[in-house]
């Protein structure tokens, strides 16, 4: 039994949370650095004066400034956004709100709420009541590996540790909620209760409501946020999940792509955490959002879960013999091939596509022998992979990633000199 790696549960802020052993459990999410403007750039575009209560605990928390609500109910033709943070990062943002920074790919998505009407239609899903699951996202047409499900834009952006300031306290938190809630247009507003369980208007239904749909790990300014989207919320998790999401942190955008072809009739269910773990590990993380999972995947016959958990329980094996293996250079060409087949054959198996992870393993242990070609094989792949499941610009600013090219970049250029 691998000793579970220790994760940080509570608190998923980009700092926690970028790369575990086992894949990433939230998207890398990056901003694209240097493109927004300063809090004290161009006019900002809220439509209603912030809303800044006066924190009852002032003294709690340090010197900074405090978060205030910020509506902008025309942002993405009329959806809208209500964000709650420091003013600092509201300002960075300013650009991002522009509906005109969005590009026609996602503009035009049939599920875009800037889509024209007769596109709208196209949804290739729908929502619906799965009997002992609540509401759930079901395909209503066949989709392709890596084919975009779903797109959407945050309803709601709030700054993770807001949630639990002590200095603002549990009162004014529900209160500050319910009315950014309540700043927002009327449909979205409906939306957003649609979401909450039990009755709404019941004490601290939105902090509810975001604790159990929200996505965490929204980097802005280097400061964690949680954001809502209304769609995207409808999505469950499964441990096998049938799709990834990624967030275009300077669009707003969050898409969901297919992990493998899907049927009509499927549901669309993605992982609420990191990918990989074995059953008695994912029943621990799953606590954290007061849940037991009955996917596919957990509640198959005990020995097909015994065969799943012993699949990942010999991949998180092959990672630790390779890293260890890379440091040492110890292993020889044939023998890293075969481990390497062994571990693409079981990611494919437990359906492991989007951990990025195993690639960067892969190129070091070649890199260790100078293997280069493949080295750089698998290099590209990661790559390939980070775009695909993280987003154009994650991948651009994945600072692994541009760590594993100087690696390989730098072997290169010593086999040359040798060479020479
Ligand atoms: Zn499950």
Redesign the pocket.
Known sequence: MTPLPSLSLSTPSPSTCLWTPRGSPYPLTSLASGTCPSPSGPSIPWSRPPSCPDPPNKHIGGDHPDDCIFTYPTFRNGQGISIITFPSIAASLAESLDDGIVPDSVKNFPSSPQAPSHLQHKKAYTVKDIPGRGKGVILTRDAARHERMLTGHPVLLVRFDFLSSERFGSDLIQEMLEEAVSALPEETQKAIEGLARGKKGKQGWVADVIKTNGYGGMDVEGVGHIALFLDGSRVN????PTVFWRYNAKTMTMEMVAVRDLKAGEEIVHTYIPLGYTLQE?ELM?KVWGFK???????ASPQETAASDDRRERLFEIHQTLTSATQEASLPRERIDAIVREASALIGLEGLDPLVEYMFVFARAYMSINEVALARKYTQLAEAKLRLYEGEDSANNSVPMQMLWRELKELEKEIDEDEW
């Open positions: 998790h499964g441990c096998r994912r799953l999972c009955s996917c596919s995947l957990c509640s």
